[in-house]
T-cell receptor, first 117, second 113 residues
């Protein structure tokens, strides 16, 4: 149980285009999902916290207009990188928290490697 | 504010040797602490977590960690390293259930044959 999937696993896009990354909780309802960014050989940086049905809360320094987050259902959150540039190339990881079980554990997706050319 | 420091960005051990990965935390209230493992190009897998029950926590793959409040530490150990343990390890802290996870810088573990 507690499986989180991400799609796509890898994506290459041209500079100036937008790309959408999906994060799904497959066997539980995720009232809260988190989006992280990870640079090579670096730790995870929390970008935003998204609660189902409400606006995401962005961390300081993260551009909300560039990284659009939608959490329209209890099993799906999306991250859209708008007008992508090469510096947006990174590994993006989502995590989800089970809304039914009272736990502080987050379940992580396998990540999406974004390359902007 | 809470924070996590992992001492040593890279640790190398021989197969069969003891693994010790260090994590110190800073928190004004009793924290919840986690250790995660990440293999290349993959997400994070939970190894173990401390949630104020037993101070010695046993996790998967033979790993364990001990919460020491006096030392503000939560070091990860494994008695005998396997080649398959080679990966990146992250210590993380949160203050409350469902709160944001704050990650340490990560420690890359290499295992030599």
């Amino acid at each position: 149980g507690a499986v989180v999937s991400q799609h796509p696993s890898r994506v290459i896009c041209k500079s100036g285009t937008s790309v959408k990354i999906e994060c799904r909780s497959l066997d539980f309802q995720a009232t809260t999902m988190f989006w992280y960014r990870q640079f090579p050989k670096k730790s995870l940086m929390l970008m935003a916290t998204s609660n189902e049905g409400s606006k995401a809360t962005y961390e300081q320094g993260v551009e909300k207009d560039k990284f659009l987050i939608n959490h329209a259902s209890l099993t799906l959150s999306t991250l859209t990188v708008t007008s992508a540039h090469p510096e947006d190339s990174s590994f993006y990881i989502c995590s989800a928290r089970d809304g039914i079980r009272v736990t502080n554990e987050q379940y992580f997706g396998p990540g999406t490697r974004l390359t902007v050319t | 504010a809470q924070s996590v420091t992992q001492l040593g960005s890279h640790v190398s051990v021989s197969e069969g040797a003891l693994v010790l990965l260090r994590c110190n935390y800073s928190s004004s209230v009793p924290p919840y602490l986690f250790w995660y493992v990440q293999y290349p190009n993959q997400g994070l897998q939970l190894l173990l977590k401390y949630t104020s029950a037993a101070t010695l926590v046993k996790g998967i793959n033979g790993f364990e960690a001990e919460f020491k409040k006096s030392e503000t530490s939560f070091h990860l150990t494994k008695p005998s390293a396997h080649m398959s343990d080679a990966a990146e390890y992250f210590c993380a802290v949160t203050l409350n259930q469902g709160g944001k996870l704050i990650f340490g810088q990560g420690t890359e573990l290499s295992v030599k044959p």
